[in-house]
T-cell receptor, first 112, second 116 residues
Framework: SQQGEEDPQALSIQEGENATMNCSYK?????LQWYRQNSGRGLVHLILIRSNEREKHSGRLRVTLDTSKKSSSLLITASRAADTASYFCATDSRNQGGKLIFGQGTELSVKP | GAVVSQHPSWVICKSGTSVKIECRSLDFQATTMFWYRQFPKQSLMLMAT?????????EQGVEKDKFLINHASLTLSTLTVTSAHPEDSSFYIC????????????FGNGTRLTVT
């Protein structure tokens, strides 16, 4: 079962621009995580934001969390062609034993 | 960082045969492992949760007799696709948790299964 939705489903930008992806979910969570997946590969963990946190930064990545709206956003600043990948949010819901439920994902294409 | 090794990375098999996929946590003990399935251009769908020393918990709609999961040690879980059919062709990804609260999962690189 899918937890929620991500938008946009696909995003195409030029190098140097910022990319913003949004994620919505349905249940109460312990944390929300963002992952990156290159085509045909496994997932790479980007950021984990806890339910009591509102914003988190890691390098060019900025994640926000609004638990009242059950939504999160991932901002990639000064994008590079190497950022081209699919990005997924995933929620660790309470009382679910740590399993992650993934959103639909955003396919990001950064053109040089 | 924590490493999860998944093997094989790809496999082609004939209809009716069984395929085993291994997932190993290389530098940590994984009390829990998760198996996901991903169709092209789609998200990851959780298939089952594998707990060391106990039976796996399958998500709704996943046939436990079709997808056999064994988590015999704290570093190894296996997924066996039994009597594979072309519709089982997919990308299977495992992930492992060291069991710490509010910690990320570590993912293997996935197995591309093609059933002919």
């Amino acid at each position: 079962s899918q937890q929620g939705e991500e938008d946009p489903q696909a995003l195409s930008i030029q190098e140097g621009e910022n990319a913003t992806m949004n994620c919505s979910y349905k249940t109460s969570i312990n944390n929300l995580q963002w992952y990156r997946q290159n085509s045909g590969r496994g997932l790479v963990h980007l950021i984990l934001i806890r339910s009591n946190e509102r914003e988190k930064h890691s390098g060019r990545l900025r994640v926000t969390l609004d638990t009242s709206k059950k939504s999160s956003s991932l901002l990639i600043t000064a994008s590079r062609a190497a950022d081209t990948a699919s990005y997924f949010c995933a929620t660790d819901s309470r009382n679910q034993g740590g399993k992650l439920i993934f959103g639909q994902g955003t396919e990001l294409s950064v053109k040089p | 960082g924590a490493v999860v090794s998944q093997h094989p990375s790809w496999v082609i098999c004939k209809s009716g045969t069984s395929v085993k996929i291994e997932c190993r946590s290389l530098d940590f003990q994984a009390t829990t492992m998760f198996w996901y399935r991903q169709f092209p251009k789609q998200s990851l769908m959780l298939m089952a949760t594998s707990n060391e020393g106990s039976k796996a918990t399958y998500e709704q709609g996943v046939e436990k007799d079709k997808f056999l999961i064994n988590h015999a040690s704290l570093t190894l879980s296996t997924l066996t696709v039994t009597s594979a059919h072309p519709e089982d062709s997919s990308f299977y990804i495992c992930s492992a948790s060291p069991g710490q609260y509010n910690s990320p999962l570590h993912f293997g690189n996935g197995t591309r299964l093609t059933v002919t």
